[in-house]
């Protein structure tokens, strides 16, 4: 009975939870500076509030959690873990006082918007906001730059929220009447004091009023620094790996004006590094996932090129076992227009996955073409097996994005798997055979 951690189901409730806290934070201070009246439809939602919550603390106690990169599913040891953190919390953020509003004690004592105050216990839930918000971006890996701004605008809206509903609660507000044109003053008179611009036209008329418009300027400072220092990291690192490429091309160029190549050949070593980063940001895949163990690098190969391996009749009966060693054995590898990839005549020794672009099969010379090959297609696939030559030509339409798989790579993954290679020979036999009789 106990629930995975990181499964769907936490995390539909998580962002219900989060959907549901963020409403009460935006609903409890307000309904407590505009002196709401408790009528039904505020019943309702408290009585949502304390059901949904007090759900909220049973499922902790039967949730996994994560500790030093482990997943704990032991209940004993949830239970704990769940009651030294943020039982106590939740369970006050649970408790019903919205039902002593009904009360005649309540009203006898005309303690009522005093008690209205307890409401605010409800804003406890906020502190959790943090840890759904990290686990949500770790498990889908958003951009921890864009992550942090998202919350900060969250966050910074909340505490805007707030701020104007204590503004009105100080009677900063004294000339109207209509409740929204209420709050729309004192969130106006609060965003203009947050910006440090003030206009003069709402001002404080007493200290505790010049105390809150003080505490609001500070915070104002701060935010502002805090949103300047994360849009310019955000910025940064988004744009680093541009950077970088265009380090790289600046490099390139100066090369080759120092060395007086060609215009025409410039233009077109240019023009290849454009499609290189076009395709894969001009990343090398291999170094950019060096530092990873051996098992994620073969998953993460895995998930990029099991579909276009199995594609090719050699390896459609092949293990996943197998699958692996040979994702892992390809190379990628790019032409530009017009560039051969194999020659008529040349001994073979790999084979080609097309990955992206148009090949055209012609001949010898290039003039007649015989067919055309697009993703997901393959060529050279009996030099794997037989030392031959070419018997055709094979030429780049546009740029092109291939796989090498090298016939030394597959000649050590087949010794490894006996059974595949003899499957692999019957299947070879069997194309050539066809071949011939075409």
């Known amino acids: 009975m106990i629930i995975h951690p990181e499964s769907k189901l936490k995390e539909f409730w998580d962002l219900y939870m989060l959907v549901l806290t963020v409403a009460c934070a935006l609903i409890i201070p307000l309904q407590i500076a505009l002196h709401v009246p408790f009528h039904s439809s505020l019943l309702w939602f408290e009585s949502l509030l304390s059901i949904s919550f007090g759900v909220d603390i049973v499922l902790h106690f039967f ?40 009360t005649d004690a309540a009203e006898a004592t005309q303690l009522l918007r005093v008690i209205r105050f307890l409401q605010i216990h409800r804003l406890l839930k906020l502190l959790r906001v943090n840890e759904v918000f990290s686990q949500f971006q770790r498990k889908h890996a958003l951009n921890p730059g864009l992550f942090r701004l998202g919350y900060f605008v969250l966050l910074i809206s909340l ?54 418009a003080l505490g609001l300027m500070m915070i104002g400072v701060g935010s502002y620094g805090f949103v300047i220092g994360n849009m310019a990291s955000f910025l940064a690192n988004r744009d680093i790996v541009r950077a970088n490429y265009f380090k790289k091309l600046e490099e390139v160029t100066a090369f080759l004006r120092y060395r007086a190549i060609p215009s025409d050949l410039r233009s077109q070593i240019l023009a290849y590094y454009d499609h290189v980063w076009e395709s894969r940001m001009g990343q090398d895949e291999a170094e950019l ?22 594609k090719v009749p050699f390896f459609r009966e092949a293990s996943e076992d197998l699958l692996r060693d040979i994702v892992m054995a390809l190379r990628p590898a790019a032409y530009i227009p017009g560039s051969f990839i194999i020659r008529e005549g040349e001994m073979g020794d790999c084979m080609y996955i097309v990955s992206s672009g148009i090949v055209e099969i012609v001949s010898r010379d290039g003039s007649q073409v015989f067919t055309e090959l697009t993703e997901g297609s393959f060529l050279g696939e009996m030099a794997l097996i037989y030392k031959t030559e070419r018997t055709a030509s094979a030429r780049a339409r546009g740029y092109c994005d291939l796989y090498v798989l090298k016939k030394r790579d597959f000649d050590f993954i087949l010794s490894r798997y006996p059974a595949f290679a003899s499957h692999i020979m019957k299947v070879a036999e069997e194309r050539r055979r066809e071949a011939a009789s075409r």
């Not at 949730?63 to 919390?89: C, K, M, Q």
């Not at 609660?169 to 965003?191: R, S």
């Not at 051996?294 to 998930?303: H, Y």
Request: charged fraction near 20%; glycine fraction near 6%.
């Open 63 to 102: 949730t996994g959690f994560r500790f030093e990169n482990r997943i704990i599913l032991d209940p004993r040891r949830i239970a704990v873990h769940y009651l030294r953190s943020w039982f106590i919390l939740d369970l006050i953020a649970a408790l019903p006082f919205f039902l002593i509003h009904g």
């Open 159 to 212: 505490i805007t929220h707030m701020l104007a509903c204590g503004w009105i609660l100080l009677d900063g507000i004294t000339d109207e009447t209509d409740p929204v044109t209420i709050y729309i003053k004192a969130l106006y008179f609060t965003v203009t004091t947050l910006a440090s611009v003030g206009y003069g036209d709402i001002t404080p008329h007493n200290n505790i009023q010049r105390i809150f």
């Open 289 to 310: 996932l060096s530092d990873l163990p051996q098992s994620l690098r073969v998953d993460i190969a895995l998930a990029m090129r099991k579909d276009l391996i199995q």
